[in-house]
């Protein structure tokens, strides 16, 4: 089916409001932000719609929208959104509570879903859009959904390979019928997964990397302050940038806590200067206070446990003394 609709016909008062109507009918619905002046106001939307699918051209004078709670719950379908902008565009998004800016350039693709609220600002609004039935996306997913909005940029092998697709389909479906149309925007679902799996792949690693580069700085900040007994994840997360619960997360990521770890570093720097020839001269207690302990039963219950004896006994052990 043949799909186009203009604003220019329309008085200025309701171009807006019979705008977001007509997006809500085909895609989904937002919320506008402030139009300066209705009277220049114009948005314009061409392309083909069957059974749920829909690629179309887009245009709009809106520079900011918002797609609320409201506006998720008026939706009557679920659906995915495949987005290629034309014009630079940012995203403010939290799936799943967690804050998620997205920068786009010209020609990059956005993957989004209709179950998540997002901010959008650019210098109006200009795109290709594909709309793609929630069951068609979500049977070809790895996980049958998104955990986020994804970006896929125009300079990637699947960005040239999806914007070739999309711009070959734009330019054959309007010469096609209705059920052989519908049959070639199906067939974009999988190239979209491939994209989405792609980008889910990206993300981990950028995760994993960031991730490995924060436990390095706490562990480092760690070593240098470990002879302070108020070395607390609360101070160390502080001085690294992260947050407590950030930071705890870190050593799960290890298998290990924080506690854990500042206890073993301790203990493995009174274990070196306990058995070194240094340590000969200094007593236990004065070891164990200059490694921030500050409990001599608590240091010679966990030495005795990491280590399989007491500080005295694993010197005259290792140095044969005391028979």
């Known amino acids: 089916m043949r799909v186009f609709f203009s604003t220019d016909s329309l008085p200025p008062r309701d171009r807006v409001r019979f705008w977001c109507e007509f997006f809500a009918q085909l895609a989904h619905h937002f919320t506008p932000g402030e139009v300066q002046d209705g009277d220049t106001f114009q948005a314009v939307a061409s392309g083909q719609a069957a059974r749920g699918f829909a690629l179309l051209e887009i245009q709009s004078g809106l520079e900011s929208i918002r797609r609320t709670a409201a506006d998720v719950a008026r939706d009557k379908t679920k659906a995915f959104f495949v987005r290629r902008f034309r014009r630079a565009a940012i995203w403010k998004v939290a799936p799943g509570g967690a804050p998620l800016d997205l920068v786009f350039e010209p020609g990059d693709f956005c993957t989004s879903s209709s179950e998540w609220q997002f901010e959008e600002k650019s210098n109006g609004a200009s795109f290709i859009l594909l709309v793609i039935p929630h069951a068609a996306l979500s049977a070809v997913l790895t996980t049958g959904r998104l955990a986020r909005p994804f970006r896929l940029p125009a300079s990637s092998p699947l960005g040239s390979l999806l914007s070739a ?70 101070g160390v997360a502080s001085a690294v940038g992260v947050s407590v619960r950030q930071l705890h997360r870190l050593f799960e990521g290890t298998g290990g806590s924080f506690s854990r770890y500042v206890l073993r570093q301790r203990l493995l720097r009174c274990r070196d200067a306990v058995a070194g020839a240094t340590g000969t001269g200094r007593s236990v207690v004065d070891i164990a206070f200059g490694w921030g302990f500050n409990s001599m039963a608590t240091f010679y219950r966990a030495f005795a446990n990491e280590f399989g004896a007491a500080p005295v006994a694993f010197r005259e052990a290792l140095h044969g003394e005391g028979g």
Do not use: M, T, W, Y
Not at 200 to 225: F, G
């Open 165 to 234: 697709a999309i711009d070959a389909a734009n330019a054959q479906v309007p010469l096609l019928p209705d059920e052989l149309g519908e049959g070639v925007l199906f067939n974009l679902c999988g190239l979209v997964a491939l994209a989405c799996a792609a980008a889910d792949e990206d993300a981990e690693r950028a995760q994993d990397s960031a991730r490995a580069a924060q436990l390095k700085a706490v562990k480092r900040h760690i070593e240098l302050n470990l002879a302070d007994p108020g070395l607390s994840p609360s």
